[in-house]
């Protein structure tokens, strides 16, 4: 079968429109030209994104929990972020992320994987790296709304991957990104 991977597939866009516009992202409605027909999609149409996988000397993975309004649970997350620094370099908004999620810095960086959150729904390309070798910002950051009361915790990475594949940890990018590096990290 060869290498499996997706594959660029286009078809012709006949009309784009913004039909609506949030406070971060806004919604794109497509008419695009489909085999003998046309079809119409709506997408979220998203800025793309980062998170991080940091490990420290302990092999723990850290998680953060905050409140998540559309699923309306405080579910458990890697520090992540918006790529909405225009020209930011995806790792560089990795760093700034973890500093200002977690006030920690890395001295190791590495990409572990990249991912679309949910291709049927929005366009979000989220870029997931590898963090070690960990320490304290010389500034601890202010937080607001959902992040003033982020919970931070410390946990073995294949805990966190047994709660993956257990279902109680139901992020997706959180998902993805243990899974990941619990395998990079044992050398498969």
């Known amino acids: 079968m060869g290498e499996l991977r997706d594959e660029p ?7 784009s429109a913004e039909v609506y516009r949030g406070a971060v992202w806004g919604v794109r409605e497509d008419r695009i ?18 998170a ?10 850290l998680l953060i929990q905050q409140y998540r309004h559309p699923v309306r649970a405080r579910d458990w997350e890697l520090p992540a972020g918006l790529l909405d620094v225009a020209g930011e370099d995806p790792l560089d908004a990795a760093r ?41 910002t010389a500034e601890t950051f202010a937080r ?26 139901r992020n997706g990018i959180l998902a993805v990104g ?7 990290l044992r050398g498969a």
Request: glycine share 6%; hydrophobic share 45%; proline share 3%.
């Open 9 to 15: 597939f286009t078809h012709e866009v006949l009309s």
């Open 33 to 50: 030209r489909y085999g003998d027909g046309e079809i119409v999609r709506q997408y979220l149409d998203h800025t793309g994104a980062v």
């Open 52 to 61: 991080v996988v940091a490990i420290d000397e302990q092999g723990r993975v």
């Open 96 to 136: 700034r992320e973890l500093a200002e999620e977690a006030d920690l810095v890395a001295a190791a960086w590495e990409p572990l994987v990249s991912t679309y959150t949910t291709p049927g729904s929005n366009s979000e390309l989220i870029h997931v790296f590898l963090a070690t070798r960990l320490s304290a």
């Open 144 to 169: 607001e709304d959902e992040e003033a009361d982020i919970s931070l915790a410390w946990v073995p990475l294949a805990e966190a991957a047994d709660g993956v594949l257990a279902g109680h940890l």
């Open 178 to 184: 243990v899974l990941a590096a619990e395998r990079r």
